[in-house]
C-alpha cells in the first residue's frame, strides 16, 4: 500500500484517515485534492486512527493495509474493533 492508494481509498469511503508518528501526526482527508509532498514515508508510523461516520477507531498498519487492498471491510473492520 502506498499514499496514493489510500488517499484513493479514503475518497471512496469517505473516510479520513491520521497517521501517528513520533512526536506528530499527518492527516490524510477524505476530500482533498491532489497529493501532499509533506507526507511522511508510511513506514515511520506507529498506527492510524480511522475516521469512520464521525467516530475515530484505531488501527494497525496491517488492518489499514487490509482494508485498503480490499481484504477486509469497512463492516468487519468495526466489528472487529468493537469486539476488543
Same mark, same amino acid.
Given at each position: %500500500? =502506498?499514499?496514493?492508494? !489510500?488517499? /484513493?481509498?479514503?475518497?471512496? =469511503?469517505?473516510? =479520513?484517515?491520521? %497517521?501517528?508518528? &513520533?512526536? $506528530? *501526526?499527518?492527516?490524510?482527508?477524505? *476530500?482533498?485534492?491532489?497529493? *501532499?509532498?509533506?507526507?511522511?514515508?508510511?513506514?515511520?508510523?506507529?498506527?492510524?486512527? !480511522?475516521?469512520?461516520?464521525? $467516530?475515530?477507531?484505531?488501527? /494497525?498498519? /496491517?488492518?489499514?493495509? +487490509?482494508?485498503?487492498?480490499? $481484504? %477486509?471491510?469497512?463492516?468487519?473492520?468495526? &466489528?472487529?474493533? &468493537? +469486539?476488543?
Amino acid at each position: %500500500m =502506498n499514499i496514493d492508494e !489510500l488517499r /484513493s481509498w479514503c475518497r471512496e =469511503n469517505r473516510i =479520513n484517515a491520521r %497517521m501517528i508518528l &513520533r512526536g $506528530k *501526526d499527518f492527516l490524510v482527508r477524505h *476530500d482533498a485534492e491532489g497529493s *501532499d509532498p509533506s507526507c511522511p514515508p508510511l513506514t515511520d508510523l506507529f498506527y492510524w486512527e !480511522l475516521f469512520i461516520e464521525g $467516530k475515530g477507531y484505531p488501527s /494497525s498498519p /496491517s488492518d489499514t493495509e +487490509r482494508l485498503v487492498t480490499g $481484504k %477486509m471491510t469497512v463492516e468487519e473492520f468495526i &466489528r472487529s474493533v &468493537r +469486539r476488543h
